[in-house]
């Protein structure tokens, strides 16, 4: 009887293991469903605010100070309040001004047309019958503005010939005529003004051809897209050497910046419209002479910029886009990353996770801890310090912080859940960590990738209004004339002026030490700024309209 009591109880326990099991089981389940359905939720956030929201990622001040706070290190901070001390007289740039009130004066180097207002003469009368005297006067100013306007230049070339023996005691031509000025694009009615117009339209103010068609046809002329699109591809084979140049002129400093945002070409051999192409830019040339070069090429993989850095020495300065990882393994170049990005992932948990998320706590941490590096940044750019004294304020200040940063980071990542943001912002900094850490070596190194976010962004902008490129040599040629206008404006050059001076100087280029002086890095900024397409038209009479 005792022995089937026991048995029972044995096989009762087994059953409640059993149930506590699949109970365990179904928690865990639930607990997974509920990381899962956070972790949903988080991406559809993220969706709708890549989608509606605002791009800012400005820091939301007031946070306490989160370094403290993590590492408890009185040292650092007693030294961080002695260079606050230290800083108190310093002006930031960043500081808010103070708005000032009442309207901004119009730019001085606007030419003035004076118009005098003044009261009729019987006005000038006093009622007592004395004649009033001017006491002083009133002035103000309005812009205005005259709309593009278009003119012919009518080149008329005299002929010559010999009537006293027609030509027949002539060694030479019998008949001599006045050479016509060399063009860009020889038998056609584009001059230099009018390519020039047309190029920044498209690729420096985000115009497409269509709708300067139809700006042209409010003009009275007719320009065809067709036309356009022709000339400027036509544009990009003749200029083929000046933007090999460019491009070497990438790898003349010890920095190039590398980024890459896709593009859509529509008739691509063997490629449907719906697949991606790439446009890949890259910057150097350092501060001095800085080159922005874009690329087209259809495939987003590391081959591309392997073969377009293929024997440089230096570093390279990169997202943590796994196309890249081959730079960590050549011997010649040295990887850094860009803390930009590690930034934007923490931020985005803060805009998609919900308000009692743990994890946001942490983000916001990250946030602060981030700001505190950048703030040193600003500090050393206001102080006007060299390189050697930034790899000092660098080494004292930041290299603790960015040491404890990932400390931090280390020991919080297993606590929280891989897929969702801020466990793939965790893994993210820990993976790019020593790119991370590199600019703390250099102090002619930035913090971030966002020079060449920057250089790229007009592409991205242009991209919105244009859309795609038809076929892959327009996509090559918008390339390339984004490079000259980017670089052009990186050297402080109108682009405007730069190609009007490109387009008259190119076709009389005879070697080629005289393609390279065209370089926007190398032109003599003076010569551009010199330029005035109205001022050489008026050396020529001016014929009336024809009825």
Not at 6 to 19: A, F, M, R, T
Not at 65 to 74: P, S, T, V, Y
Request: one cysteine or more; aromatic letters at 10%; a positive charge.
């Amino acid at each position: 009887m005792v022995i089937d009591l026991h048995k029972k109880l044995e096989g009762i326990e087994q059953k409640l293991e059993g149930v506590e099991r699949k109970l365990g089981d179904a928690e865990q389940k639930l607990e997974d469903s509920k990381q899962e359905n956070e972790r949903l939720l988080e991406l559809l956030r993220l969706m709708r605010l890549k989608e509606f929201g605002r791009r800012s990622e400005r820091f939301q001040e007031g946070m306490a100070d989160i370094q403290r706070l993590l590492f408890a290190e009185m040292e650092v901070a007693e030294a961080d309040e002695e260079e606050a001390e230290e800083l108190e007289e310093i002006p930031i740039a960043d500081q808010r001004r103070k708005k000032r009130s009442g309207r901004r004066s119009l730019p001085a180097h606007l030419p003035r047309h004076v118009v005098i207002h003044d009261i009729p003469e019987e006005e000038k009368i006093c009622a007592c019958g004395c004649r009033m005297t001017r006491i002083g006067k009133t002035t103000s100013e309005r812009l205005q503005i005259i709309p593009a306007v278009l003119s012919v230049k009518k080149d008329i070339r005299y002929k010559y010939a010999c009537k006293g023996c027609q030509g027949l005691e002539s060694k030479g031509a019998v008949v001599k005529i006045a050479p016509l000025p060399v063009q860009m694009i020889p038998k056609s009615f584009a001059s230099g003004s009018l390519l020039a117009h047309i190029l920044i339209g498209k690729f420096c103010d985000a115009l497409p051809f269509y709708r300067q068609e139809q700006q042209f046809k409010r003009y009275g002329v007719k320009i065809s897209r067709a036309t356009m699109c022709y000339w400027t591809i036509d544009l990009w084979k003749k200029f083929w050497l000046l933007l090999e140049m460019l491009r070497k002129g990438v790898q003349s400093d010890f920095l190039v910046n590398v980024d890459e945002t896709p593009v859509q070409v529509l008739d691509e051999p063997e490629r449907t419209p719906q697949n991606k192409s790439y446009i890949w830019a890259f910057r150097g040339g350092g501060t001095e002479k800085p080159v922005v070069y874009y690329q087209y090429d259809p495939s987003r993989s590391g081959e591309v910029p392997r073969r377009f850095l293929s024997g440089y020495r230096g570093y390279v300065q990169t997202d943590g886009y796994q196309a890249y990882s081959f730079i960590d393994k050549d011997k010649d170049m040295i990887h850094v990353g860009c803390w930009a990005h590690t930034r934007r992932k923490f931020f985005e948990v803060t805009q998609a996770s919900d308000k009692g998320f743990a994890g946001r706590g942490k983000a916001k941490e990250a946030l602060s801890i981030i700001r505190d590096l950048y703030r040193i940044e600003r500090e050393s750019e206001n102080r006007g310090l060299d390189e050697e004294e930034v790899y000092k304020v660098r080494q004292e200040r930041s290299k603790p912080i960015v040491e404890g940063f990932f400390q931090w980071a280390k020991e919080t990542a297993p606590k929280v859940p891989p897929q969702s943001l801020l466990g793939k912002a965790f893994n993210y900094a820990l993976t790019q960590r020593p790119r991370l850490e590199r600019y703390l070596e250099n102090g002619m190194l930035k913090m971030d990738n966002n020079i060449i976010e920057n250089a790229i962004r007009p592409f991205v902008v242009g991209r919105k209004n244009w859309l795609f490129s038809q076929t892959p040599e327009g996509a090559q040629a918008s390339a390339a004339f984004y490079s000259l206008i980017e670089t052009a404006k990186a050297n402080g050059l109108d682009p405007y002026k730069y190609l009007i001076y490109l387009f008259e100087k190119y076709p009389q280029a005879k070697s080629p030490d005289d393609i390279i002086n065209l370089l926007p890095m190398y032109v003599i900024k003076s010569d551009i700024d010199a330029i005035d397409p109205k001022a050489d038209l008026d050396k020529f009479p001016l014929q009336p309209p024809q009825q």
